[in-house]
């Protein structure tokens, strides 16, 4: 039986590429907020695109911290992509008229990239953690980035002494992607990178 993954319906932009790429690597995927449908999922997929504050805000609409929250504390996976890793730290320095605080997941903070030209967009090469099971068979490959924040530093948290954690370089050194336990993240999107986002994406099922 294939995994089922639940892509949180929160209406961050358009994540029909995300449904798609899953379903192309074997996944039963539904696009939902659906609490009962979230718990019960093999896997919840987080996307997110744009403003932190205004996909934090989302969220909250949903009851998305609640149930990204219920899944984590029963060790149950959870995948965030671009801004959808971004709000699991404590919070970003995107500019905004109503700041909302991040899910705060590890500690640090999102900030601008310091670099010539900003957003980053287009395809890097990442450093991938060592033993990383997220990235296997395609630790040498580029991945899609479309993004102007990253996390430029990395503090983890109190549970996380244990987790792995890829880098990529635009500017600065940052985080391009978190296996840590049942929380996984990646920057870059996997959806739009190609056979290597595929091959990333299809390791992620194996972990469910």
């Given at each position: ?21 899953l379903e ?38 949903v009851r ?127 959806e739009k ?16």
């Amino acid at each position: 039986m294939s995994a089922s993954v639940v892509v949180l319906d929160y209406g961050s932009g358009n994540v029909r590429s995300a449904v798609r790429m899953l379903e192309r690597v074997g996944a039963r995927v539904t696009l939902t907020a659906d609490p009962h449908e979230v718990a019960s999922a093999d896997g919840l997929f987080v996307p997110g695109v744009g403003n932190f504050h205004a996909c934090m805000a989302g969220l909250r609409a949903v009851r998305g911290p609640a149930l990204i929250g219920e899944r984590l504390s029963g060790d149950r996976p959870v995948m965030g992509i671009c801004v959808g890793m971004q709000v699991l730290f404590e919070g970003s320095d995107e500019p905004s008229a109503q700041p909302l605080p991040g899910l705060g997941r590890w500690a640090d903070t999102v900030q601008r990239l310091a670099a010539d030209v900003v957003p980053h967009t287009g395809w890097s090469p990442v450093e991938v953690a060592r033993g990383s099971e997220l990235f296997a068979g395609v630790e040498d490959q580029l991945f899609y980035f479309v993004h102007s924040y990253a996390a430029t530093t990395w503090s983890g948290s109190a549970d996380s002494a244990t987790a792995r954690v890829t880098w990529c370089a635009h500017g600065t050194r940052f985080v391009a992607a978190v296996e840590d336990g049942p929380l996984v993240a990646t920057q870059f999107h996997p959806e739009k990178s190609g056979d290597a986002g595929a091959t990333l994406l299809e390791n992620w099922l194996g972990l469910l």
